[in-house]
Structure formats: C-alpha cells, structure tokens
C-alpha cells in the first residue's frame, strides 16, 4: 500500500505563508488631541480631533482614529436693562 501525501505544494506554500505572515496586534489608542480651532472667517464650520494607535507593528485599534464635529456658533449673550413701564388704558 502507497502513502499519498495529502498536502500538495500550493498547500504547503499557503501554509508556509501563513506561518510567516505576523497576524496584527490589538493597539491601545493615545489620548484625543485638543479639538481643532473654529476660523469662521475662513468658512470652516468642522473642526476635528485625532488620535494615534500604539504598540507594535502591525497592530489594530478598533474605533476611529478622528472625530469630526460642528463648530459651536451661539454666543452666550446678556440681558439688557428694564425698559420704562408703559402706560396702560381699559
């Protein structure tokens, strides 16, 4: 009886591959960067924020890596003074 080798050569070379490739790395995210400065006289109404994924190549972070958000354009106002009283008729 002949022993049939079950693992032809593309096979071999898959696995082989498989063994050499590193498999990525779960990364720990760094802190969010400072939110991006708002220039409306520029037009931007987005600013945005970012953050970088650490450790060791090749690694993987799951999440985004930016954060984009509207500008806030309201402005805290004030109350002015009281008007005068008016008259007022029946």
Known sequence: MK???MITLPTL???C???LV???VTGEWNSWSNWGSCNETLGSDLQNRTRVCVGVPPLYCPGEAEQ???CN???DGEWSEWSNWSSWSA
């Open 68 to 70: 984009v958000q509207a």
């Open 17 to 19: 591959l498989l063994l």
């Open 22 to 24: 590193p498999k990525p």
């Open 3 to 5: 022993f049939q080798s």
């Open 73 to 75: 354009s309201s402005v």
């Open 13 to 15: 070379g898959l696995l």
